[in-house]
């Protein structure tokens, strides 16, 4: 407590709280809500029940109906808390409703059934998750065949990345040849040209080479990033050429100089383009959206794009599936938050 | 400042390693064996060339060729892909494109789809560009300020920018949906609840602030980035020769951070011309044409519906490249940046 109000009452030296503090406290605090709020409210209420998720006002943790077992009925009925008409309060099971008058029946001594107006009647509700709305769809909407084939697509996208974009760096930043120069400005160039613009073309390129409606299709045209290259280049020009040189003069291969000086050195930048690379293929969505045409070659993006698309949008298996596709990076991203907030900050790359 | 990596991540146990170290080191070895023998033949430069040749070999054949055959397919018509079923119809796609009565009123248009899309797409960069140099500055000198959980903040704010558009827009779609939290926590203070979605000038506004959303945290690690760097005597300096907060700001900070904010602005502007996924599934476009930006148009011309015009999308991509080309080199020139 005594450690939160230091917190929230540290001055900027002086003893008076200064207005920009409280403005900025008051920024940064909202700021946390609006940010993280979402995914938050969007994880807790993956627990609940669809009658749950259609309550206005909805509540905030997740609950169930409490049921009792009552003798002579076959299912479990459910409990109210129920006021009578002589104003006192009881916990009553709910026989049937016929319109706006129920029955309800006194689990502990079952007698008589009681006639009351509905408008006084209240669920009786108790803290429960809904582990329903993620078993169910893993069973009914192939989504493990969705989740696998992210994987195959990121991690190996992920991996021919590296070592081409690598490879390439390597040669434009410590080799003096002939059309380096051509070759770097093209690659820049193609940085400022949107994907979108070559998107029908670049279909085109795939049919032909008979890669339509498969993976292949979605992972080998993404590989040879720009940034990428671009990123590794300008971090392998700090190495110095006489690292390399000393290596020759030792009878190392420019392979050998590749695997054992240029990619360890480069490890740094390296990772933040592991980083940058996983996450474009994770969440890429517009280029599988055209490549990919049956249900059991869509990834995961796709396949939640689609569950929105059935008929009704059925809210709680959604949300737990959208949990699921958000749970690796989150988790990627708590163990390596520091690398990757500095990573990328004194890279300073496109995304 | 002093917030450099120091803790390197936790050693993996080096048994667990054993298997991969060794299928390296294998690896390797034939590679070397391999790559000596090319190195003979070809020499340390002509190395040069097989170092660049797989990256430029996909970068040919689906950046490169793309391009080209973009340009053919813009110039010809039909409803075939294959190079060799169209017909050329000279630069009829892009009149299609370009007949208007009035260019300021879509509805005149032929192709009125498209500078609909076109005009809501203006209107969507010009406020998601405004809204996130503001808020990512604001974010980014607030986050320099030697404040407590400043690494805690600045993960928060970044962590949208992880998440996958599909997964923000239906989070997004179900808060603001009728039912929602949002209408829920406004109808105390006497709001109707609204359906956010399905009135036009709602749903662009909430596809730019979910835009904004998305991505104000990683732009506000590079303006931290660039505050960083401006050296702290300089503070002190101007703090002795009389200069408040403000001067200081407008003085120091802005003109030292212009290299930052051109870098925002100029990946902001492409991107937000390029907007697409997180308003596809989040309205589809709609309600009616009210969020259809340029990059659904091309998206629907040449794959959405049944009669696929290839020719009229790669016409209408290419004058989004036109575009985005012209006015990113006016952003260089204006601020000049054009020597970086």
């Known amino acids: 407590m005594s450690n939160t109000t230091k917190f929230l009452f540290r001055t900027r030296g002086t003893h008076r709280l200064h207005i920009a503090d409280i403005l900025m406290y008051l920024y940064l605090g909202l700021g946390t809500l609006l940010m993280f709020g979402p995914v938050l409210w969007g994880a807790v209420s993956s627990f609940k029940t669809a009658a749950e998720l259609e309550r206005f006002p909805p509540s905030f943790l997740p609950s169930a109906d409490e049921k009792v077992e009552v003798e002579g009925y076959d299912s479990p009925l459910s409990l109210y808390t129920v006021t009578l008409d002589d104003g006192t309060v009881a916990e009553l099971a709910q026989v049937r ?68 974009n690598s490879l390439a760096a390597f040669a434009l930043s410590k080799y003096d040849f002939r059309g380096r120069h051509i070759m770097f400005i093209l690659i820049l160039g193609t940085l400022m040209i949107p994907t979108t613009v070559t998107l029908v073309p670049n279909f085109l390129v795939v049919t032909t080479l008979g890669w339509s409606n ?83 070659k869509f990834t995961l993006q796709m396949g939640l794009n689609m569950f929105q698309g059935q008929f009704d949008i059925q809210w709680q298996y959604l949300l737990a599936m959208s949990v699921l596709a958000l749970l690796p990076i989150t988790i990627i991203f708590i163990f390596l938050q520091r690398y990757i907030t500095t990573g990328i900050a004194s890279s300073g790359v496109k995304m | 400042m002093s917030e450099t990596i120091t803790q390197k991540p936790k050693k993996i146990p080096q048994l667990l390693l054993l298997p991969i170290t060794g299928l390296l080191h294998l690896l390797m070895n034939i590679s070397d064996l391999f790559m000596d023998f090319i190195q003979r033949r070809v020499g340390i430069q002509g190395m040069a060339y097989i ?114 558009s599909v997964v923000i827009a239906l989070l997004w779609k179900w808060i603001l949906q009728r039912e929602g939290i949002l209408n829920a926590s406004l109808t105390p203070f006497g709001f109707e609840p609204i359906n956010f979605l399905l009135d036009a000038n709602w749903s662009r506004f909430w596809v730019i602030f979910i835009g904004v959303w998305a991505k104000v945290g990683f732009y506000t690690l590079i303006v931290l980035a660039g505050l960083q760097a401006i050296p702290n005597t300089l503070y002190e300096a101007a703090k002795i020769d009389g200069a408040g907060r403000g001067a200081s700001f407008r003085h120091i900070t802005l003109p030292l951070l212009k290299p930052s904010l051109i870098v925002v602005l100029v990946l902001t502007f492409i991107r937000a011309v390029q907007v697409f996924d997180h308003v596809f599934v989040m309205t589809g476009g709609g309600p009616g044409t009210a969020t259809q930006y340029i990059v659904q148009y091309i998206y629907n011309i040449g794959f959405a519906t049944s009669l696929q015009n290839f020719g009229l999308a790669a016409a209408a991509s290419i004058l989004l490249g036109l575009i985005l080309v012209i006015l990113t080199i006016i952003q260089m020139r204006v601020t000049g940046s054009g020597e970086e």
């Not at chain 2, 170092?51 to 950046?63: D, Q």
């Not at chain 2, 209107?123 to 030697?146: K, R």
Request: aromatic share 16%; with cysteine; net charge neutral.
């Open chain 1, 97 to 164: 409703r016929i319109g706006i008058e129920a029955q309800f029946i006194d689990p502990v001594n079952p007698g008589e059934l009681i006639k009351v107006h509905v408008n006084q009647t209240e669920p009786v509700r108790s803290f429960a998750l809904q582990w329903q709305n993620y078993i169910q769809p893993l069973q009914r909407f192939q989504f493990f065949t969705f989740f696998k084939n992210s994987v195959i697509v990121t991690v190996s996208a992920t991996l021919i990345t590296l070592f081409i």
């Open chain 1, 214 to 296: 498969k993976l292949i299709g979605v992972i080998l045209p993404t590989v040879a990033t720009p940034t990428g290259v671009f990123l590794l280049r300008q971090y392998m020009l700090t190495i110095p050429d006489d690292l390399l040189d000393a290596a020759r003069i030792d009878g190392a291969s420019e392979w050998r100089i590749y695997w054992q000086i240029i990619l360890p050195l480069a490890s740094p930048a390296i990772a933040v383009l592991a980083i940058f690379s996983v996450m474009w293929r994770w969440n890429d969505f517009l280029w599988p959206l055209v490549v990919l045409t049956q249900t059991d």
């Open chain 2, 51 to 164: 170092f660049v040749l797989p990256n430029m070999v996909f970068f040919a054949m689906f950046s490169l060729l793309p391009l080209l055959i973009n340009f053919y397919y813009a110039f010809t018509g039909g409803v075939k892909p294959l190079p060799q079923d169209r017909f050329p119809v000279g630069t009829g796609n892009f009149d299609i494109l370009l007949e208007c009565g009035n260019y300021l009123d879509p509805n005149s248009c032929r192709a009125d789809l498209f500078w609909r899309g076109l005009q809501n797409t203006i209107w969507y960069v010009i406020f998601e560009v405004g809204a996130i140099l503001i808020f990512s500055v604001l974010t980014a000198v607030i986050l320099n300020q030697n404040i407590k959980g400043r690494g805690f903040f600045r993960s928060v704010f970044f962590y949208p920018t992880l998440l996958s």
